[in-house]
């Protein structure tokens, strides 16, 4: 018996002849950060609202606090979904008070929005109601969180303080699943899982993800022609700055597409983003 | 060619939107700009094309007709079809006849549209009508591409096809300013300048940006002493005012060196 806060095990779900969650296994532990990536239509949105309890399984379990998803299990977990859910013409104090009297808590306003907590919330600036929905989402002291794109549209000074917030809570015990595709974001995460049409095709940390996908950095004074060169031969290419990556490539084939552009090749390994959509274009 | 702005500052009423920025915007490159919402990006690329006023300071860009913009989650018309759209744009840019027939093929190709034309645009996914978007902005190859945050919820298979389609516009010669709020893209431009409140805070190549942040980022095991600490993944960070030593890096990476200098910035103005 697991003691996990959430867990899946071989969920499926279907609608009619389409699959969009495929035998998907997933945990998220007390204190632990897991992050769930894939690229639009990977299923990730479609897992969710079964974890919430709006979409029943079609095959395999999903359970909350053990048991199937209720609403007594729901009132236990705290969701931040990407629209954020607040109300724009209610105050921030306004807004965590009636989330607070939804869940029969009382919300105080975080010391950070005291100054803003008569100030309608459609008029603050985004970074700060992404810090009233967090309030508004662990006002009710949940055991789980669960975040859709946390950190979307923040400066990185906005971004570190609510991860810090996320990791705060994590060390008080409280298990979170991050929905993401922003790398810095997959980053702060203790454990991984990466889906694919429905399925997970690989979990784990970042180097279980990245796998043995090798990116060749091609530097050289012509980095248009390059470019232009290996993308005509289908080469999978990134811009970095001034030169030019080739992901999942080997060596001979650059060579073979740069043709007699002049150009240093350096064989690193792939980002976490680089890898990702080389496993999407596999499948 | 060098587009840009110097010295520029806007002013809505007694707010000020920029304050002293300036960015140059060099043709067959791209400039990153980076902020968070109210940072200045907009207001920035609104400057450009002019239909912002300048309250001080320098504009320096063609006229519209040779300007292409993509604003931000909209550019393309819902409501038409993917044909219609390019049809539309076609016709108020004046691109026709054999040149709109290449151009056409050109940009269905790459944002992978070919059998979706007669698909209305507000029914395409996030990710294609971005990539629709920016194909619209450029279909009349502007010298100076102006995009604000074209990547914004776009995930992470499609934002690999835009970058390729805005890594071809500037090897195809286009000066291109883009916004996003993403470090990880700035990695992928030539230029990055970092705005904060309508201010410049970092600006320079990647490199330059990590030298020039004051003081240093520390990283450690556990939570340093002082105020300005913040977690990363399984390590800690720490800003601290004082230098490194000779040889050592300020920062680790961009992350770190725009938190660091967002927090020297909060220091000074205490």
């Not at chain 1, 699959?19 to 897991?34: C, F, K, Q, W, Y």
């Not at chain 1, 808590?105 to 600036?125: H, K, N, Q």
């Amino acid at each position: 018996m697991s003691d996990a806060l959430l867990s899946a095990d071989s969920a499926t779900r279907r609608f009619g002849d389409f699959v969009a969650v495929d035998s998907v296994s997933l945990e998220v532990r007390a204190g632990e950060v897991v992050g769930l990536l894939g690229a639009n239509g990977a299923g990730k949105t479609t897992l969710i609202r079964m974890i919430l309890g709006l979409l029943p399984a079609s095959e395999g379990s999903v359970a909350l606090f053990g048991a199937e998803p209720s609403r007594e299990a729901r009132a236990r977990l705290g969701y931040v979904p990407q629209g954020l859910g607040l109300w724009h013409d209610l105050t921030v104090a306004e807004n965590l008070a009636f989330v607070g009297d939804v869940y029969g808590a009382t919300i105080e306003v975080p010391d950070a929005l005291a100054g803003l907590s008569t100030r309608p919330v459609g008029g603050i600036g985004l970074g700060r109601q992404r810090q009233v929905a967090f309030a508004a989402a662990l006002g009710h002291s949940p055991e789980l969180l669960v975040l859709d794109e946390p950190t979307s549209g923040v400066d990185p000074l906005s971004r570190a303080r609510l991860w810090d917030a996320i990791h705060e809570a994590a060390d008080s015990g409280v298990g979170v699943l991050v929905t993401t595709h922003y790398m810095q974001e997959a980053q702060q995460c203790d454990r991984l899982v990466l889906m694919s049409q429905g399925r997970e095709v690989a979990a784990g940390g970042e180097a279980d993800i990245v796998g043995d996908t090798r990116t060749i950095a091609v530097r050289t004074d012509r980095w248009q022609d390059a470019f232009e060169a290996l993308d005509a031969a289908g080469v999978m290419t990134m811009l970095a700055g001034t030169h030019v990556r080739a992901v999942d490539a080997t060596e001979a084939q650059v060579r073979a597409a740069l043709g007699d552009i002049p150009a240093q090749l350096e064989s690193t390994s792939a980002t976490l983003e680089e890898a990702m959509v080389a496993r999407e274009r596999a499948a | 060619m060098t587009w840009g702005v110097s010295h520029l500052s806007v002013r809505y009423g007694d707010v000020a939107a920029l304050t002293d920025v300036s960015v140059d915007v060099v043709a067959g490159e791209v400039v990153a700009l980076v902020g968070g919402d109210g940072a200045g990006k907009t207001t920035l690329l609104r400057a450009m094309t002019r239909t912002v006023p300048a309250s001080g300071g320098e504009v320096r860009a063609p006229g519209v007709a040779e300007i292409g913009f993509m604003p931000t989650q909209a550019g393309v018309w819902r409501e038409l079809t993917v044909d219609e759209n390019i049809a539309f744009v076609a016709s108020a840019q004046g691109v026709k006849g054999a040149d709109l027939a290449q151009r056409r093929a050109e940009l269905l190709e790459a944002t992978g549209l070919t059998q979706a034309t007669d698909r209305l645009a507000g029914a395409l996914s996030g990710g294609m009508r971005q990539k629709l978007a920016f194909s619209l902005a450029m279909l009349h190859r502007p010298p100076l591409l102006l995009l604000d945050e074209p990547s914004t919820g776009v995930d992470p298979v499609s934002r690999v096809d835009l970058w390729r389609m805005i890594a071809q516009a500037a090897a195809d010669g286009a000066a291109i300013a883009m916004a996003t709020t993403y470090l990880d893209e700035a990695d992928r431009a030539s230029n990055v300048v970092v705005l904060d409140a309508g201010e410049v805070l970092l600006a320079g190549t990647p490199a330059r940006v990590l030298e020039s942040m004051p003081g240093r980022v520390l990283s450690s095991p556990t939570r340093g002493p002082g105020s300005f600490t913040w977690r990363r993944g399984h390590s800690y960070r720490e800003w601290v005012a004082e230098d490194p030593p000779a040889g050592v890096a300020r920062a680790a990476d961009l992350e770190d060196a725009v938190v660091g200098a967002a927090l020297a910035k909060e220091a000074a103005s205490v």
